[in-house]
T-cell receptor, first 112, second 113 residues
């Protein structure tokens, strides 16, 4: 089955700096890759996603890149703000009915 | 449009008891997935239902079971509760399985004493 690894497990950055979180997956059939943000005490919420026919997607300060050959995808947050502090989960899923498999999460702390 | 709802929000049980958790998906969504979230363990997949059929099952013992009704509402049941079952149980709904955004409910916080 699918296995998703995520690095780093914790990340601290200064406000205004960029943050990058990387994920690798094992199943080459996976073709949907969402990123979820979970603030303390709240439910996970989708912040951006990418499908296998696209190499990069951007939404304001957030971008995701996908390398299907290497089976890895990354989340990039620019100009970080304190409200970006949360746990971020990547996931991989496929059209063939594989369930969503989540990475273990990255705790991002943005220091003022 | 109303979001995903879960009941109850909090639950306290003792070892050996059983528990049933309920999830109502967003209207029109036919796929419901369940996850167990514990500190340090991330989101562990339990099972996924689509059109009343279990499509996928995670690596959990048979004490964990679920079902989905014709209105897409889903329930999960945990029998013979153990201390290690204490966790936040999240359900997520999507229009279809595999390629759609999953919308999470607020979760049910289960504490087993």
């Amino acid at each position: 089955g699918e296995n998703v690894e995520q690095h780093p497990s914790t990340l601290s950055v200064q406000e205004g700096d960029s943050a990058v979180i990387k994920c690798t997956y094992s199943d080459s059939a996976s073709n949907y890759f969402p990123w979820y943000k979970q603030e303390l005490g709240k439910r996970p919420q989708l912040i951006i996603d990418i499908r296998s026919n696209v190499g990069e997607k951007k939404d304001q300060r957030i971008a995701v890149t996908l390398n299907k050959t290497a089976k890895h995808f990354s989340l990039h947050i620019t100009e970080t703000q304190p409200e970006d502090s949360a746990v971020y989960f990547c996931a991989a899923s496929g059209i063939l009915g594989q369930n969503f498999v989540f990475g273990p999460g990255t705790r991002l702390s943005v220091l003022p | 449009k109303a979001g995903v709802t879960q009941t109850p929000r909090y639950l306290i049980k003792t070892r050996g008891q059983q528990v049933t958790l309920s999830c109502s998906p967003i209207s029109g969504h036919r796929s419901v997935s369940w996850y167990q979230q514990t500190p340090g363990q991330g989101l562990q997949f339990l099972f996924e239902y689509f059109s009343e059929t279990q499509r996928n099952k995670g690596n959990f013992p048979g004490r964990f079971s679920g079902r989905q009704f014709s209105n897409s509402r889903s329930e999960m049941n945990v029998s013979t509760l153990e201390l290690g079952d204490s966790a936040l149980y999240l359900c997520a709904s999507s229009f279809g399985p595999g390629l759609d955004e999953q919308f999470f409910g607020p979760g049910t916080r289960l504490t087993v004493l």
